[in-house]
């Protein structure tokens, strides 16, 4: 989408002048791009959304893009057209303006070619070059806050609400008065790709990297090299005794990093269980062996029964434990989700219980 020059001294930087997608085809702005960007821009539905008006006629928007190729020369504002390579009609545009670390960026698809998946392959080719940018660290954008459609083109691309900056842009198509923006953004410094989620849609590359059975059976955690975890402090309550083993994470004592989740092996003895606790992300848990009961709620007294191989998702919030309900000593596979799901933290009724045998569970 266009966007309004912001008089600002521009960070010199070498900007393609056609950036090349499978469908798609970014091309710098032209002139003569002028009747068919018209016919793209004229069409209310498409301003709904937008923050300058419709071009009332098509010398508007010459000169709109007369103004976007000097802009381009003077590296404030970048500007292309898509292009679509099945015929070769431009059918939109996109631009992105950096300023340091960070750039927004804006883009426009006609409304006779929503819906395939087009708009999300043109941003995505400009955020993904964006991203590989030196010193660029965050891109954004701020369309409207009813703007759905955008919010869930950015959302596939990895962008993040941040806030909602409040009566913070005029919408002509929709009125004089300043409206709501949604402010998103994606972090492209150094972060990994879970932290900062995924392009959705983005293809892994195929690569060449062919690592050393060595190199693989480092990254290979042997259940017999395992040693038990002694972090889980309320396995001293009688009851909740059971030996777990940090497999994949940050923690200390995982032997495998992991990004963005944590592995654990937990063997308990039958009617042994872990007591009610609580984590600030979702849990994971999966029966290797044995019949399993999950509880969950203020006292726990929900609960369903997972055989071997099941897999149930608990969501944060919701303080949850787990039982071993078979005959045999068996194996479970617990996962928490997110790069930190915080401090473990426990129900009054678990901190009285720990207390009684002379453990004080750790306060935040
Ligand atoms: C926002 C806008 C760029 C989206 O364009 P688009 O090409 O329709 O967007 P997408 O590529 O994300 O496709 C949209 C839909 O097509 C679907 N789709 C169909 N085929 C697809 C494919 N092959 N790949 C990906 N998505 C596909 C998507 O699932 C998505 O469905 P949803 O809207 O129900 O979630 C377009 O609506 C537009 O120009 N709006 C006006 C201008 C504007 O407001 N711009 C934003 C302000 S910067």
Redesign the pocket.
Known sequence: ?PAKPVPQAPLPFVVPEVIEGARVRLRRSRVDDSAALHRVASDPE?????EWAAPRHPGETTRFLEGVDARWAAGVEHHWAVIAKADAAVI?SVAARRRGHAADF????GRD?????????A?GLLVGWLGRQPGLERVW?A??AA?A??H??LG?LGFEAEGVLRRATVRPALGPSPRDALLLARLTDGATPVERGPAR?AMAPVTQADPTVAEMEARVARFESLLPTADYVDAAIPGCERTTWRVLGDAPGAPLAADGFHLNLVRCAPGKSAPLHNHLTREIFMPLSGRWEIFWGPQGARSLTLERWDTIVVPPGVSRGFRNVGSEDALLIGIAEGRDPGRINWPQAVRAAARAVGIELPVA
């Open positions: 989408m498409v301003m709904r959304h937008v939109g804006g883009v426009l698809i070619h929503w819906g395939r998946g087009l708009g999300l392959e941003a954008a369309p409207d703007d459609r955008s869930r083109l596939r849609g």
